[in-house]
């Protein structure tokens, strides 16, 4: 439950008084309610500071920068911060319902205009997360030197760790580099499976829960193929606005294999032996 001491203080933030707290479900890594006013409804997540202490401060950027591209909705009226040894993020509260017709194409036309927002380097200003692993964000100036350093050896160092094994990588590092395409970075979600977009209550494509960089848009597009739940509408209007690279499709399993690690770290075994046949697909 939410303690009094922290009611009282989004009270405050607000400056509204909250008549009721709702938990809710499916939060793996905070607990996380929804705060109800006089005339308005909050999401607050809530978690120690000692566990994720930059966690909240970290998606609040990313919100920040998916919201000034003016493509999806994104939660709005975001605030961050650490009371006692409490760290939170709250945002506003967005209701669902039915998807518009022609969802998926809006939902292509959208991303597209997302990945058209550029940097001249591949990174971020900072760090993140992806989902409680940091994630990094050291700029780099080509797509195959950010992928490999900031994205594929951490995770492969982590798993080392875990006690995973791995050999060859070097030659596949030199495979991977030259299958890369180096097109221009994008902003990328850079977590977009099907759990992380939601159908705003106008029935429009809503964006939640971000790991963003600027980075291959192919990572997106694989993410979104790896676990399905993405109309195929989506990609033909996406490639009838922002063409992919030629063997795009090819290229999946490779951007696929950032995913796998992670999940490999976070969950556990049942994830090897599919990171493994990757891998040994580039020796």
């Given at each position: 439950m939410l303690s009094p001491k922290l009611k009282t203080h989004f009270e405050q933030l607000l400056s509204e008084k909250i008549n009721a707290?709702?938990?809710?479900?499916?939060?793996?890594?905070?607990?996380?309610y929804v705060?109800?006013?006089?005339?308005?409804?909050?999401?607050?997540?809530?978690?120690?500071?000692?566990?994720?202490p930059t966690l909240f401060e970290a998606e609040a950027k990313g919100l920040g920068?998916?919201?000034?591209t003016n493509t999806f909705r994104i939660p709005d009226d975001v605030r961050w911060g650490k009371v006692n040894e409490t760290t939170f993020l709250m945002l506003e509260f967005i209701g669902s319902a039915t998807p518009i017709?022609?969802?998926?194409?809006?939902?292509?036309?959208?991303?597209?205009?997302?990945?058209?927002?550029t940097r001249p380097y591949f990174g971020f200003e900072e760090d993140n997360y992806i989902g409680t692993l940091k994630q990094y964000n050291t700029k780099k100036s080509i797509a195959s030197e950010f992928y490999?350093?900031?994205?594929l050896e951490p995770q492969f160092e982590l798993a080392f760790q875990k006690g995973f094994s791995f050999?060859?990588?070097?030659?596949?590092?030199?495979?991977?580099?030259?299958?890369?395409?180096?097109?221009?970075?994008?902003?990328?979600?850079g977590d977009l499976w099907s759990g992380n977009f939601m159908v705003d209550n106008n029935g429009m494509p809503c964006l939640i829960d971000p790991s963003v960089s600027y980075a291959s848009r192919e990572m997106d597009i694989a993410m979104m193929h790896l676990f399905g739940g993405f109309d195929q509408k989506l990609f033909e209007t996406y490639n009838e606005i922002f063409p992919l690279t030629p063997n795009w499709r090819d290229r999946l399993s490779l951007w696929q294999l950032y995913y796998l690690l992670v999940h490999l770290n976070l969950f556990g075994s049942s994830y090897y032996p599919r990171v493994k046949s990757i891998v040994n697909g580039y020796i």
């Open positions: 707290v709702i938990p809710l479900s499916g939060g793996d890594i905070n607990q996380v705060l109800h006013t006089a005339g308005q409804k909050f999401v607050v997540k809530i978690n120690k500071s000692s566990a994720f920068h998916l919201y000034q017709k022609g969802f998926w194409s809006v939902f292509g036309k959208k991303l597209a205009k997302l990945h058209q927002t490999i350093t900031q994205r050999s060859n990588l070097e030659q596949f590092y030199k495979n991977v580099s030259a299958e890369i395409p180096n097109e221009p970075s994008s902003l990328i979600h």
